[in-house]
């Protein structure tokens, strides 16, 4: 079981452009949620998918997008780039209807210049 | 989801238990407790969850007071790889339409010595 694996692990952009993240889930799992988290923060909750619908959504603009694939992998996209969105990106799944554990993926790391 | 206070920083010595308090004053009746830690630089790892009862399983034990109120994770024996920020997270019942996002903290940062 590969668990969840994310693509790029680093990436370099220049403000203004668009990015464009992945995911895939862990095995047997149908939800996918996305987290920002700055240096010295915690994560914080940017959205969440199940059934390719978007079900929940934290305190960030309409910038940032996703979508969810029939396989349940996901993708996160962030659009008109700014300095401050320079974080780690990280992708969490689990099962929507299961008071368990969500898995993580080590993340990617983007830096906007 | 309710509110979660840790102390900032903790250290501990390596082979010694590792006690994590937890506050969580206003957690409601179908909220769980979760503990998450973070190795630097790496994705998050889910450590154990409860909602009334004490849990154990192969990496920690979690304590929760009878009130509720508080919790607090133990590592039995604590080595230099414990050493990572630690978060609790209080969470609704996924069935009661909490959904499952997790609210992080700012954690403790435990440091494990020799």
């Known amino acids: 079981d590969a668990g969840v694996t994310q693509s790029p692990t680093h990436l370099i952009k220049t403000r203004g452009q668009q990015v464009t993240l992945r995911c895939s889930p862990k095995s047997g799992h149908d939800t996918v949620s996305w987290y920002q988290q700055a240096l010295g923060q915690g994560p914080q909750f940017i959205f969440q998918y199940y059934e390719e619908e978007e079900r929940q959504r934290g305190n960030f603009p309409d910038r940032f997008s996703g979508h969810q694939f029939p396989n349940y992998s996901s993708e996160l996209n962030v659009n008109a780039l700014l300095l401050g969105d320079s974080a780690l990106y990280l992708c969490?799944?689990?099962?929507?209807?299961?008071?368990?554990?969500?898995?993580f993926g080590q993340g990617t790391r983007l830096t906007v210049v | 989801d309710a509110k979660t206070t840790q102390p900032t920083s903790m250290d501990c010595a390596e082979g010694r238990a590792a006690n994590l308090p937890c506050n969580h004053s206003t957690i409601s009746g179908n909220e769980y407790v979760y503990w998450y830690r973070q190795i630097h630089s790496q994705g998050p790892q889910y450590i154990i969850h409860?909602?009334?009862n004490n849990e154990t399983n192969e990496m920690a034990s979690l304590i929760i007071t009878e009130d509720r109120k508080s919790s607090t994770l133990i590592l039995p024996h604590a080595t230099l790889r414990d050493t990572a920020v630690y978060y609790c997270?209080?969470?609704?019942?996924?069935?009661?339409?909490?959904?499952?996002?997790?609210?992080f903290g700012t954690g403790t940062q435990l440091k494990v010595e020799l």
């Open positions: 409860g909602l009334k």
């Open positions: 969490a799944s689990s099962l929507v209807q299961r008071n368990t554990e969500a898995f």
């Open positions: 997270i209080v969470r609704a019942d996924i069935l009661t339409g909490g959904g499952n996002k997790l609210t």
